[in-house]
């Protein structure tokens, strides 16, 4: 079963301007949530992370946003750099284990 | 939607043993599977691309002669850690690329003792 979903397959947004990857979950018993960054013929790398204690977290031009009553969480970038171009992983945990579920990535293309 | 169904979800082992961990792709035909073992502070280390019918890639520093990957279908691949270490104690998770996107297995949680 998804635990999590990331139902748009890919973005396109132009350069400077904000990119809105969003994530859905739903397990009420995750409790960390995490975006991953991965490049082609690379594995992914963490990014940015958020616990269910907060609602928003900010890495310079990386900000998530946690919704709990909704189930819903998103990534903010701006602006929005055509390095930047790649799949976003959001993935989520339960507990003090740490074991992820992952969602099935969003490809963003920042066009210059 | 494509799922890839993973086992097992947990296992403990003692040290010195082998364990095997299936991924199985149950809707497509999956013809390369990716092999992660995560670090703390969440870091996911690529280990190997399999590639059905051929021998794996494995990445910079990974064992080969340790953890054994067969793809030996279009809808099976194997991780097998053999001689298994408590440094081996890990969470491993396998992932496909599909269509629009990737699926991932539901991970397994390896405890070496």
């Known amino acids: 079963d998804q635990q999590v979903k990331q139902n748009s397959p890919s973005l396109s947004v132009q350069e400077g301007r904000i990119s809105i990857l969003n994530c859905d979950y739903t397990n009420s018993m995750f409790d960390y949530f995490l975006w991953y960054k991965k490049y082609p013929a690379e594995g992914p790398t963490f990014l940015i992370s958020i616990s269910s204690i907060k609602d928003k977290n900010e890495d310079g031009r990386f900000t998530v946003f946690l919704n709990k009553s909704a189930k819903h969480l998103s990534l903010h970038i701006v602006p929005s750099q055509p390095g930047d171009s790649a799949v976003y992983f959001c993935a989520a945990s339960a507990g003090n284990n740490n074991d992820m579920r992952f969602g099935a990535g969003t490809r963003l293309t920042v066009k210059p | 939607g494509a799922v890839v169904s993973q086992h097992p979800s947990w296992v403990i082992c003692k040290s010195g043993t082998s364990v095997k961990i299936e991924c199985r792709s149950l809707?497509?035909?999956?013809?390369?599977m990716f092999w992660y073992r995560q670090f703390p502070k969440q870091s996911l280390m690529l280990m190997a691309t399999s590639n059905e019918g051929s021998k794996a890639t494995y990445e910079q520093g990974v064992e080969k002669d340790k953890f054994l990957i067969n793809h030996a279908s279009l809808t099976l691949s194997t991780l097998t850690v053999t001689s298994a270490h408590p440094e081996d104690s890990s969470f491993y998770i396998c992932?496909?690329?599909?269509?629009?996107?990737?699926?991932f297995g539901s991970g397994t949680r390896l405890t070496v003792v």
């Open positions: 992932s496909a690329f599909i269509k629009d996107g990737y699926t």
């Open positions: 809707d497509f035909q999956a013809t390369t």
